[in-house]
C-alpha cells in the first residue's frame, strides 16, 4: 500500500481505487502488509494520521520498510506520540494475516493462538563517526542534533553498521500533503537549520508566485507556500520539480546522493548509476542538515543486484505509451526485489521513455531501481537465486483497460507527471501545430521552472498557450488541487502511467490513458479512443 495517494491524511480512509482495503478507515486496527510501495510522501500521511489520531493502533510488516516507519520515528521525535511499528518473519506474519484480532502490549504480540516478544532493534552495531557523534551530542547546534538523532535511530531500525557521506539531496517533503509536514519543518526552520550540501526541492502543491491569481484559497495557499518558504529559508534551491534530472546538477555514474521521490529515485539508481536509497520525506531534511545518510540497501553493491529477470515479449514496433504500461506491469511482477528487463533494447528507449518507465513503476513496487539488458548502466548484475517471469502483450493490454475504466468524453488532458521535459515539450508543440483544443477541454502541462524559462526562450510555450494549453511550472500533478485543476472537470486523459494510477484516489475523477498524441487527440475532439494502442490492438487479452 502507498499511504500517499492510497490513504486520506485527514480520515485514514483508504482511497485507492485498486486496493482491496479501498473505503476502510484504518484508525484503530493493526495493518498488517508485507512492505510499503509508491510515494516517499507516505511518511508525511502517517506522520499526519499520528498526529490527529486517525492513524492504525500498529503497523507489522514481514519485510524491510523504510517509509512508513520514519513517520512512526518522526512523530516519536518531533511530536512526543507514536504508534508500535513490528517487523515479523515470513512465517509469523502469515498465521497473523489469518487472525481477526490481536494486541500489542509492551514487547509482546498476542494474537488468536500466538504469542511473540518483539525485540528492540540494537544500536551496538553502528559505528559513529566523531563528526556524527558530536552532532549527536548537540555540540554543532540543536537541528543538526535532532536531525542526527532520527538518522541514528532509521539507521538502527535498517541494519546499517555506519553513515556515509552525500554530496546532494533532494527534498520530497516540501509537498503540503498535511499540516504536520508543516510543523516538521517549521520545528527545524525556527532553529536556524542550513543545509550542509546541495539541495534540491521536489515540486510543491501551489504554483509560488501565482497561487493567489490562479483563485487557490488562503487556507491551502498560505500554508503550502509557507511550507516551499521554510525550506528555502533553511537553504534548498527552490527547483520546484519532481524531475530532478532534468536539472544542471543531475548526478553522474557512482555519485553519492540522498533523493527522496520515488520516481527520481529509480531514476538516479537505474538509468543514471548513482547512489541512492529511496529516502522518506522527512529523513531527507535530516540528511541535508547533516550531510550524512545511513549506509543500507542499495548503497551497497550487492544490493544493487537483480534478483528477478523480467522476459519482455514486447512487439515489433511501439509509441510511449508503451514505457508506462510496461514499468507498471514490471512493478506488479516484481513488486518487492529489483527486477532485470529483457527483450527491449532494440526499441532504444530515450530518456522521456525511461522517465515514463521508472514513475510508473515506482507505483506498484517498492524497489528503488531496475535494470534494463542493453540499457542500464548496472544491467549485467544477478544474484545467483535470481528466478524468471513473462510479460506476454496480453499483460500489457490488461494494464490498458485498467487504466481507461472511465468514460471516452474527456473533460481535462493532464501532461507532466513527472514534469515534462524539454523534448517532451517540442513535441507535444509539433502534435499541436495548426490545432487548437477543444473549448470544453481544458489542456494543462505541469513542469518545472527551469524547462517553462527554457520553453519560453525557445517559443515553445507561446506556441503551446496560443493552442489552448496552461502551463504551470511548480506544481505538478500528485499534488495539484482546484481551482488550478478544473473544478468542473469529470473524466481525464493522461499520457502518464504514474498519475493513470494515483488520479482516481487523489482527484476523484475518471480516467483515461494513452500516448501524448492520443492525449493531444483527445484534447483537441473531446473524445478519447476506445481502443487499445496500435500495437496492441492483434493481441487477444
Excluded at 334 to 342: A, G, K, M, N, V
Aim: aromatic content about 6%; charged content about 20%; some cysteine.
Amino acid at each position: 500500500m502507498s499511504f500517499w495517494g492510497g490513504v486520506d491524511a485527514a480520515t485514514g480512509e483508504v482511497i485507492d481505487s485498486l486496493h482491496p482495503l479501498k473505503g476502510q478507515r484504518l484508525g484503530g486496527k493493526i495493518l498488517a502488509i508485507p512492505t510499503s510501495r509508491g510515494s516517499c510522501t507516505g511518511s508525511g500521511v502517517l506522520l499526519e494520521l499520528i498526529d490527529n489520531g486517525q492513524a492504525p493502533a500498529a503497523l507489522v510488516f514481514c519485510e524491510s520498510e523504510s517509509i512508513l516507519t520514519l513517520g512512526a520515528l518522526v512523530a516519536e521525535h518531533v511530536f512526543g506520540h507514536t504508534i508500535p511499528v513490528v517487523q515479523l518473519d515470513a512465517e509469523a506474519f502469515a498465521r497473523l494475516s489469518h487472525c481477526d484480532h490481536a494486541s500489542i502490549d509492551g514487547q509482546l504480540l498476542l494474537a488468536e493462538g500466538l504469542e511473540l516478544s518483539l525485540d528492540p532493534p540494537s544500536s551496538a552495531h553502528i559505528d559513529l563517526s566523531e563528526r556524527d557523534s558530536a552532532m549527536l551530542e548537540g555540540h554543532e547546534g540543536e537541528a543538526p542534533k535532532a536531525a542526527m538523532r532520527i538518522l541514528h535511530d532509521m539507521a538502527v531500525i535498517e541494519g546499517a553498521s555506519h553513515l556515509i557521506d552525500v554530496n546532494q539531496v533532494h527534498i520530497d517533503g516540501c509537498i503540503y500533503a498535511s499540516p504536520a509536514l508543516l510543523r516538521f519543518a517549521e520545528f527545524f526552520a525556527e532553529m536556524g537549520a542550513r543545509v550542509r550540501v546541495p539541495t534540491t526541492m521536489n515540486s510543491i502543491s501551489v504554483d509560488h508566485a501565482h497561487w493567489h491569481l490562479q483563485g487557490v484559497p488562503d487556507a491551502f495557499g498560505r500554508p503550502a507556500s509557507r511550507l516551499a518558504d521554510a525550506y528555502v529559508e533553511m537553504g534548498a534551491q527552490p527547483s520546484f520539480t519532481c524531475a530532478p534530472y532534468l536539472l544542471e546538477s543531475t548526478p553522474s555514474k557512482g555519485d553519492v546522493i540522498a533523493w527522496a521521490e520515488s520516481n527520481a529515485v529509480i531514476y538516479a539508481n537505474s538509468v543514471l548509476g548513482a547512489l541512492t536509497a529511496k529516502h522518506p520525506d522527512l529523513l531527507d531534511l535530516c540528511i541535508a542538515l547533516t550531510g550524512r545518510a545511513p549506509c543500507y540497501g542499495v548503497y551497497l553493491e550487492e544490493q544493487r543486484r537483480a534478483r528477478r529477470v523480467v522476459e519482455i515479449e514486447a512487439p515489433d514496433v511501439c509509441d510511449d505509451a508503451f514505457w508506462p504500461l510496461l514499468g507498471y506491469r514490471v512493478g506488479q511482477l516484481s513488486p518487492d526485489r529489483i527486477p532485470l528487463l529483457t527483450g527491449i533494447a532494440h526499441f532504444e528507449a530515450d530518456e522521456d521513455n525511461l522517465k515514463a518507465l521508472c514513475a510508473a513503476f515506482g507505483t506498484t513496487s517498492a524497489a528503488p531501481m531496475l535494470h534494463i539488458e542493453g540499457v542500464t548502466p548496472e544491467a549485467g548484475q544477478l544474484t545467483p537465486e535470481a528466478d524468471r517471469v513473462t510479460i506476454p502483450p496480453s499483460d500489457l493490454t490488461h494494464v490498458w483497460k485498467q487504466f481507461n475504466a472511465g468514460p471516452d468524453e474527456i473533460d481535462l488532458v493532464a501532461f507532466g507527471s513527472p514534469h515534462l521535459s524539454l523534448t517532451e515539450c517540442r513535441a507535444l508543440a509539433r502534435l499541436m501545430a495548426g490545432r487548437h483544443s477543444h473549448p470544453e477541454v481544458a489542456g494543462i502541462v505541469t513542469l518545472g521552472r527551469n524547462t517553462l524559462k527554457a520553453a519560453r526562450e525557445e517559443g515553445i510555450a507561446e506556441a503551446l498557450e496560443a493552442a489552448g494549453l496552461r502551463l504551470h511550472a511548480d506544481l505538478c500533478w500528485c499534488s495539484i488541487s482546484e481551482p488550478v485543476f478544473p473544478p468542473s472537470a469529470r473524466t481525464l486523459m493522461t499520457n502518464s502511467g504514474k498519475y493513470a494510477h494515483y488520479a482516481p484516489g487523489l482527484s476523484g475523477r475518471a480516467v483515461r490513458f494513452g500516448s501524448i498524441a492520443e492525449c493531444v487527440s483527445a484534447l483537441c475532439s473531446g473524445r478519447a479512443s476506445t481502443l487499445p494502442p496500435h500495437w496492441l490492438q492483434t493481441v487477444k487479452s
